[in-house]
């Protein structure tokens, strides 16, 4: 079946440490985005990329960063320079005029 | 740039019918997505409309009118699996396909 993966689940971050969280489609989505959802929140843009080795800043892009190497892979990295990066992150691929297919969503807590 | 306003919170009883709205500015448009999302799961895509009209899919209805920047998404025969945020999200222009997202709706239903 066609989908969009994102791992881990929960990940927990310490002060001043940066983690990586994985986002993989096998939808051949040409667009991949990173939101960033906050409790009672919409969901807000992080960065997005519309093809291979090229991407974009969203709204919020301070404190994160990603690559594009692949088609299939849109990683996020939430860098220490993010002081409040407790959210849930969710990762979403479209391909032109259609709906956006989400991952299952990774929650990052603080410790 | 886009704005999208709904309503925070609505409640409704099981068996009877609800209507969200959402309203929106936006530089382009290039059609408008309502998702349902359950606490701590992904969006999921219930429908898009992006001509003026009614659009019908078993218990949900959306319907559009672009003049007036304004959507609502009809829900009927309503069941307490319903209770979730409704999401609605508008794609601009410019050769993009980036939704964005107003901050949801949180439906309670009741019996």
């Known amino acids: 079946d066609g989908g969009i993966t994102q791992s881990p689940k929960y990940l927990f971050r310490k002060e001043g440490q940066n983690v990586t969280l994985s986002c993989e489609q096998n939808?051949?989505?040409?667009?991949m985005y990173w939101y960033r959802q906050d409790p009672g929140q919409g969901l807000r843009l992080i960065y997005y990329?519309?093809?291979?080795?090229?991407?974009q800043k969203g709204d919020i892009a301070e404190g994160y960063s990603v690559s594009r190497e692949k088609k299939e892979s849109f990683p996020l990295t939430v860098t220490s320079a993010q002081k409040n990066p407790t959210a849930f992150y969710l990762c979403?691929?479209?391909?032109?005029?259609?709906?956006?297919?989400f991952g299952q969503g990774t929650r990052l807590t603080v410790v | 740039g886009q704005n999208i306003d709904q309503p925070t919170e609505m409640t409704a009883t099981e068996g009877a019918i609800v209507q969200i709205n959402c309203t929106y500015q936006?530089?382009?448009?290039?059609?408008l997505f309502w998702y349902q999302q359950h606490a701590g799961e992904a969006p999921t895509f219930l429908s898009y409309?992006?001509?003026?009209g009614l659009e019908e899919k078993g218990r949900f209805s959306s319907f559009l009118s672009r003049s007036k920047g304004y959507s609502y998404l009809l829900l009927k025969e309503l069941q307490m699996k319903d209770s979730a945020s409704y999401l609605c999200?508008?794609?601009?222009?410019?050769?993009?396909?980036?939704?964005?997202f107003g901050r949801g709706t949180s439906l309670i239903v009741h019996p």
């Open positions: 999200a508008v794609r601009g222009t410019g050769g993009s396909y980036i939704p964005t």
């Open positions: 979403a691929s479209t391909r032109e005029n259609t709906e956006a297919f």
């Open positions: 939808l051949n989505h040409d667009a």
């Open positions: 936006t530089s382009g448009f290039n059609g």
């Open positions: 409309n992006v001509l003026d």
């Open positions: 990329s519309q093809i291979v080795n090229d991407f």
